[in-house]
């Protein structure tokens, strides 16, 4: 069965730190691209940041590029997103994503159940 955990949410102060992780299972972790979404009340599903299979190539939105870093490890099957300089508006619930290739261009096929950041004094 494939499954994809977060981890990490939680509250914290604008200017501050949070390191999202998502455990995958149940198929060949290294051989897909992996994405970071974002559910933002009223507004919808925003794409935050991926990495292909190889981590050769990631990719940020603009807002989150130089704040945020995603990364991979293939031998413990996780994805991570070091968030810094957070802001109240990366409120969210964070999600992440399984690629149906290598890719970060294909689509996604699998979302794990999210984890919730808040960003708030």
């Known amino acids: 069965q494939v499954q994809l955990v977060e981890s990490g949410g939680g509250l914290a102060q604008p200017g501050g730190s949070l390191r999202l992780s998502c455990v995958a299972s149940?198929?060949?972790?290294?051989?897909?691209?992996k994405t970071w979404v974002r559910q933002v009340p009223g507004k919808g599903v925003e794409w935050v940041s991926g990495?292909?299979?190889?981590?050769?190539?990631?990719y940020y939105t603009g807002a989150e590029k130089g704040r945020f870093t995603i990364s991979r490890d293939n031998a413990k099957n996780t994805v991570y997103l070091e968030m810094n300089h957070l802001k109240p508006e990366d409120t969210g619930l964070y999600f992440c994503?399984?690629?149906?290739?290598?890719?970060?261009?294909?689509?996604?096929?699998?979302w794990g159940s999210g984890t919730l950041v808040t960003i708030s004094s």
């Open positions: 149940g198929f060949t972790f290294g051989n897909y691209a």
């Open positions: 990495i292909s299979s190889d981590v050769r190539v990631t």
């Open positions: 994503a399984k690629h149906l290739t290598s890719s970060i261009a294909g689509g996604m096929d699998t």
